[in-house]
């Protein structure tokens, strides 16, 4: 922690950062070194998960031939989807994203950092093998780890092609280890563009319960817009 800055501070700074994250789906031949690979998986690494199992495998990909081959194979996936796999309201949700069944970004990202989930720990030290909250671990884990990239100034996308079986296929993987995300890690080709899209107001995201502040030195802040009248009605103290 920085001692010159205030706690709130630093979350607005971090806020700031994140905030400027956005998916990239065309990305520049600027290598990245594998250290930094290294980095973003150590951090996350660091998730929590259930009972400490730490259900995931990190399968960092820079050979062209292997990112190929994940191309072609989720090409075939993707083609499917927008055919025929894909219901009407799903292709109406996706359309402002201008997405196709073409993935130029898995060859042309010079990473792909491919998340596989554990269903069973295959640590030997371990007295049991069964792992508790993997999906819940591994989505922490990976949103560290797009958190770490951001901060480092890489771009990413969260790829998920359907089915990801594939992924285990072509990389070779055990079969206790379930493909969960491809992550493409790079830099923005210079004509990248990313769709208009706002996030939710922290009023949308956010209710708070204004009851009795056990910080008395904390002052009271308006409650979220959003709050129902006869919700907010019922909460003593409320400024508004
Ligand atoms: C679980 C998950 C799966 C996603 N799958 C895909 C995908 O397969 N292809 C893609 O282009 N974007 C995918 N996205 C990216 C979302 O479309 C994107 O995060 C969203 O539109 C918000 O845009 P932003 O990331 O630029 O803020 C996925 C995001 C998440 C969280």
Redesign the pocket.
């Known amino acids: 922690m920085n001692d010159d800055q205030s706690p709130s501070d630093l979350a607005d700074s971090f806020l700031k950062t994140l905030r400027s994250?956005?998916?990239v789906?065309s990305f520049s031949d600027r290598p990245v070194p594998q250290v930094l690979i290294e980095t973003l998986i150590a951090t996350a690494g660091t998730a929590p998960s259930g009972a400490n199992k730490q259900p995931w495998r990190f399968v960092a990909v820079q050979d062209a031939d292997l990112k190929r081959r994940i191309r072609l194979a989720a090409e075939v996936e993707e083609r499917k989807f927008y055919e025929s796999r894909a219901n009407e309201d799903w292709l109406t949700d996706l359309a402002p994203?201008g997405?196709n069944a073409e993935k130029p970004f898995l060859e042309e990202a010079p990473w792909l950092v491919v998340i596989f989930k554990l269903n069973r720990d295959d640590e030997p030290v371990r007295k049991t093998d069964q792992v508790y909250y993997v999906n819940e671990s591994v989505g922490i884990a990976t949103g560290m780890f797009l958190a770490a990239a951001q901060v480092a100034g890489l771009s990413t996308?969260?790829?998920?092609?359907s089915p990801m079986k594939f992924l285990g296929e072509v990389l070779g993987r055990p079969e206790h280890e379930r493909a969960y995300?491809v992550i493409p890690v790079g830099y923005p080709a210079p004509d990248s563009s990313?769709?208009d899209?706002e996030r939710k107001p922290l009023e949308r995201i956010m209710v708070v319960d204004d009851g009795a502040a056990p910080n008395s030195s904390d002052p009271k802040r308006s409650l979220p817009s959003s709050m129902a009248p006869d919700q907010r009605d019922g909460l003593a103290g409320s400024p508004e």
Request: aromatic share 0%; glycine share 0%; net charge positive.
């Open positions: 994250r956005r998916s789906r994203l997405t996308l969260t790829h998920t092609p995300m990313s769709p899209l």
